[in-house]
Structure formats: structure tokens, C-alpha cells
């Protein structure tokens, strides 16, 4: 049987003796700023299951943490990097024009729910460098000086996304950082305070948004709102859609734009090919979009989506960079397009989604460490409480997450607390691999009660 089609299977102690080598070598050569959670070494990985360098299989639920929608070596992904491979790695868009990124510009233009007629895309290489440049083209274009983020956010590790990022874990020691980016409370639904209904609770998070204009910066002086539509690290939250269309109406009356940060949120795994699509359906489209992660099936490739008429308010000049749309990359970004419309990637999501959730509301009713179930699509997070206090509980996580590992189950934490299960398995696995991983898992949570 091919990996693609494989189940769990560990044959070594964890981790095992090859792997055991290359982690003492990760440890001498690699900054242990850099962190991991996995003692897994991979060897070679196929559709949702990775081979480590020992043998052991295992089903990858965490994808890179959502850069593995399609899976791992889609062969037609592989097929269309080495032949571009053949032709040229490299062309530096200030020098030579390289008509991949053209392509993928003109098929991202047509699909990114922003609003306007016409549509530009900026490539970039990272999510960071996506979010950053949103930020830059909005101030360019509004030629106003500050922000706004919020709370459980992440965006990502350079100096300014640090500093929109919520996580202060992620920036020890890393100060001064930037001016001009406020923070507001995210819609985070499960822990509002009191007992809001959800249109109470969301009227009460609007307050609290437009309260900055009086305490920290007027509204004049605000280029764009940014936000996640489900928080990732934050913990799989999902922004609701009441509050979305609150927030749209709020920089339409001010002049600020909207920013979806969608690195985490997009190519499928909502059940559309961006959450903002349910949002443009909805009429809360916003200006500017980020993506990144799943873009190009695991190649470096990031970029941000905004009309025509407001990349041109950019000043030249102030955007660009070397590897920028890399031709390897757009090549297998090409390729992802082409695959997840043809093959209705979405819809996987929505089936995967189908499953899942009614695996883990039946574990909801069973298991009281289980206080919340939720997300968009195949974005699925879990929330584990100690009491009826919610009192978070990320000891068990930990456990659940290590027990998981060691049967064969890549799951990853998240959330401000740590006590969130995410669920982010690639939306090409099978149903076979999906249900073994759901049983692994409830294995590993009983066996940590
Ligand atoms: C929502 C979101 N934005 C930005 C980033 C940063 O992306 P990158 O690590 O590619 O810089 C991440 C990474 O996890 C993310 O989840």
C-alpha cells in the first residue's frame, strides 16, 4: 500500500534511534529559539501521512500548520515545479518579468473576495511579509499613520507583526517595537463576559472597538482594521458574522480599510477557497486580503489581494523584494488553483467538517473537560476547561497532544491559554484516515482523564 493511502503505524520507540541522531545534531547547529513540539524527523511524506526516518507512520493533522491543504507531494504539484525546475528558478520582478507571477496575479485577481472591479496582487514570501505589506499598502494609500489589531491575534515574527501579534511569549525581549498599532477585544464568543447573549455580546465588543477612536487614536488617523476571520494560534476562533459586518460599516463611515489576514484561513479550508468569500456573499467584503501557507502546496509563496484603485495610491518604490513571486513557487501555486477548483477542494473540507464536528460535539456531551466546539469549514478547534468556571486547562491538552504523537497522530494546541486542540488535517486525507485519527485521538484524550 502506498503512504497516500496508509494508517498510523509506529514500529520504533518514539523518538527512534535515527531520528534520536538528527535531533542531537538539530541541537548543536539549530538556535533553540527556534522551537518544536515534535521530536519527528521526516523522511518523506504523501497525501496527509508523513514517513520519519525511522519508519514510522504517521497522519499529519497539523499540515505545516495549514500549508498542506492539498497534502504532501500532490504529484501533479511535483510534475509542475521540475518542469519549471528545467527553465529558470529565478527572475526578479524589478529586472526580468517572470510570466508565472502575471498568471498567478491575473487567476488570484479573478477568485479574491475584495471588493472593487479590478484587482492587483502583491507575491511576497511569507505570511509576516504579506501582513506587513497590507499594513504599508494601506498607509500608502490612506496616508493615515495607525492601526488596529486585536486580542488572540497573530500575525506574525518580524518586528512590526510582533507587535500586532497578541502573544507577548512571541516577543520577549524584542523591544521597542513599532507606534501606531492599537489593540481591541476580539469576538471571542465562548468567554464573553457576563451573560451576554451573542447579539448582546457582539454590540458589546463593537463598543469596546469604537471606544479607541476616544482612548487611543480618532478614527481620522486609522488606515486599516485587521483580523483574522478565525484566529489561529489565538485558538480557533472564529470572528462572527454580525460582528464582521459591524466592523465593515465602521471603516465605511470612517474611511479606514479592512484587512483579512487569511494566511491560515485560506485556499479551501473553510469550505470556500477564503473565508472572506462568505463575507463578500454577505456584503462585508474587505479591501485587502493576505494570504500565504497553502498558496503553493508547501513552496515559499505569500501575497496580498487589494483593488486596482488602491495599490495605485502606493507609492513605487516602496513595495518589492528579491525572491518576491519566485517562479518555482508560482508554478506550483498555478498548480493548487488549477487542482483545488477542479477537484473541489472546499467541498472536501466541508465533508472532513461533516465528520469532525459531530465527532467532537458527541465528545462535547460526554467529556465536561470539552467546553467549546468551533470554527469555519475543515478549521476546527476544540477548548478544554477544568470547571465550570472555564477554567482553562492546558495541562490535558499537553497530555492529550504527547499520548496522540506516540500512536501515531500529529494534533497541535493553540489558543491564548494553550488549552485548544486545532484541527488542521490536510483536506486530501482519506475517510479511513480521517475516522482512525478521530478514534486515536479520543483514545488519547481518555486516556488522560
Ligand atoms: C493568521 C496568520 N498570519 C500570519 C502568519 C505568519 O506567517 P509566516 O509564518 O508565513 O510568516 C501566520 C502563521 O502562522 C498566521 O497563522
Redesign the pocket.
Known amino acids: 500500500m502506498s503512504l497516500r493511502e496508509s494508517l498510523p503505524a509506529i514500529k520504533t520507540e518514539l523518538p527512534g534511534p535515527i531520528a534520536k541522531a538528527a535531533l542531537e545534531k538539530r541541537a548543536q547547529v539549530i538556535p533553540a529559539a527556534v522551537k518544536s513540539i515534535y521530536p519527528i524527523v521526516i523522511k518523506r511524506g504523501e497525501g496527509a501521512m508523513i514517513e520519519d526516518v525511522d519508519g514510522n507512520v504517521f497522519l499529519d493533522w497539523i499540515g505545516g500548520?495549514?500549508v498542506l491543504n492539498i497534502g504532501y507531494t500532490h504529484p501533479e504539484l511535483v510534475a509542475a515545479v521540475k518542469d519549471q525546475a528545467d527553465k529558470y528558478f529565478h527572475s526578479m520582478m524589478n529586472i526580468t518579468t517572470n510570466p508565472l507571477y502575471l498568471d498567478y496575479a491575473e487567476a488570484l485577481g479573478k477568485i479574491g473576495p475584495v471588493r472593487g472591479d479590478a484587482k492587483q496582487v502583491f507575491l511576497t514570501?511569507?505570511?509576516?511579509?504579506?501582513?506587513e505589506n497590507a499594513v504599508k499598502i494601506a498607509k500608502g494609500a490612506t496616508g493615515r499613520p495607525n492601526i488596529i489589531v486585536f486580542s488572540g491575534?497573530?500575525?506574525?515574527?518580524?518586528l512590526l507583526?510582533m507587535t500586532m501579534t497578541s502573544k507577548k511569549a512571541y516577543a520577549i525581549g524584542m523591544g521597542p517595537f513599532p507606534d501606531g498599532v492599537y489593540r481591541a477585544e476580539f469576538p471571542y464568543l465562548y468567554r464573553a463576559p457576563g451573560d451576554l447573549s451573542e447579539a448582546e455580546a457582539i454590540s458589546y465588543y463593537i463598543e469596546r472597538l469604537e471606544s479607541l477612536f476616544d482612548t487611543h487614536s480618532p478614527a481620522k488617523h486609522v488606515a486599516a482594521i485587521v483580523f483574522?476571520p478565525v484566529?489561529?494560534?489565538g485558538g480557533f476562533v472564529p470572528a462572527p458574522l454580525e460582528w464582521v459586518k459591524a466592523v465593515r460599516k465602521i471603516c465605511d463611515d470612517n474611511g479606514i480599510l479592512l484587512i483579512t489576514?487569511?494566511?491560515?484561513?485560506g485556499f479551501a479550508r473553510s469550505g470556500r477557497m477564503f473565508v472572506s468569500d462568505y463575507y463578500k456573499e454577505a456584503g462585508c467584503a474587505p479591501d485587502i486580503m493576505?494570504f500565504?501557507?497553502s498558496v503553493a502546496g508547501g513552496l515559499p509563496l505569500?501575497g496580498v489581494v487589494t483593488s486596482k484603485e488602491i495599490m495605485e495610491k502606493v507609492t513605487p518604490g516602496t513595495i518589492g523584494g528579491t525572491f518576491n513571486g519566485n517562479a518555482l513557487s508560482c508554478a506550483s501555486a498555478l498548480k493548487v488553483l488549477e487542482i483545488m477548483q477542479r477537484d473541489d477542494y472546499p467541498a472536501k473540507a466541508r465533508h472532513i467538517a461533516d465528520i469532525a464536528t459531530k465527532k467532537f460535539l458527541e465528545w462535547k456531551a460526554k467529556y465536561p473537560v470539552i467546553g467549546d466546539v468551533r470554527g469555519v469549514g475543515a478549521m476546527l478547534g476544540v477548548e478544554f476547561i477544568k470547571d465550570e468556571k472555564k477554567t482553562p486547562n492546558p495541562e490535558l491538552v499537553n497530555a492529550v497532544v504527547a499520548s496522540a504523537w506516540k500512536k501515531g497522530l500529529m494534533i497541535e494546541s493553540a489558543g491564548t491559554f494553550g488549552n485548544a486542540i486545532r484541527f488542521l488535517c490536510p483536506l486530501c486525507v482519506t475517510d479511513e484516515q480521517l475516522e482512525k485519527g478521530l478514534e486515536i485521538l479520543e483514545e488519547a484524550l481518555r486516556e488522560n482523564l
Open positions: 500548520v495549514g514570501n511569507t505570511g509576516a511579509e504579506s501582513d491575534s497573530f500575525h506574525g515574527r518580524t507583526t483574522e484566529q489561529g494560534e489576514d487569511e494566511v491560515q484561513t493576505t500565504a501557507k505569500a
